[in-house]
């Protein structure tokens, strides 16, 4: 299990079940938080999120929570590093579920901070990440904190019907 890593405003400590709240699964089931993810096509319960919380406790994955130290927002959100070692590659994945945090620069600090703790590790050289060519937000996050482009599935996914691109970002060690 990862450590804590601490960030001016952020802590990201491992997700533990001490996380896994009602209010957390009201953010994995809100249409709004989940717009952009492949989360938005079904519903989580208790036993959903412990049932990934134990595959990634049991992988050599990084599942952080985001966790703000100004006490009246705690817990805000989630960030996710899915681990190729044989390829030396870690895919990223961020939620700031925490309305009242958005917007206020957490999700960038939170992925700075990750970025930069997983480009030192041992066997990374490589971090990647995917989002829709529409989500604004997370693709500022990516290339603000040094990501490029790095491949484009067009038309990729539905949203609302219409086809969307799937943009994918790098960044190298």
């Known amino acids: 299990m990862t450590a804590p890593i601490e960030s001016r405003r952020l802590r990201l400590e491992p997700f533990s079940e001490t996380h896994l709240t009602a209010r957390y699964l009201g953010w994995l089931n809100d249409t709004e938080t989940m717009r952009y993810s492949e989360q938005r096509h079904r519903r989580h319960d208790r036993a959903s999120a412990l049932d990934y919380l134990g595959s990634m406790q049991a ?8 966790v703000c130290h100004d006490s009246a927002l705690g817990h805000i959100g989630n960030l996710s590093a899915y681990v190729d070692r044989a390829n030396g590659v870690a895919d990223m994945a961020v939620m700031i579920g925490e309305a009242r945090a ?5 999700g ?16 990374i050289r490589k971090l990647t990440a995917g ?5 604004a937000p997370m693709l500022a996050t990516m290339w603000a904190c040094g990501m490029v482009e790095d491949g484009r599935r067009r038309g990729q996914f539905l949203l609302e019907d219409e086809p969307v691109d799937l943009i994918y970002g790098a960044r190298f060690a």
């Open 59 to 66: 992988s050599q994955d990084h599942f952080w929570a985001i």
């Open 102 to 106: 958005r917007g206020a620069g957490y």
């Open 108 to 123: 960038r600090e939170a992925w700075q901070t990750a970025s930069d703790w997983l480009l030192v590790q041992p066997g």
């Open 131 to 135: 989002t829709m060519a529409c989500n």
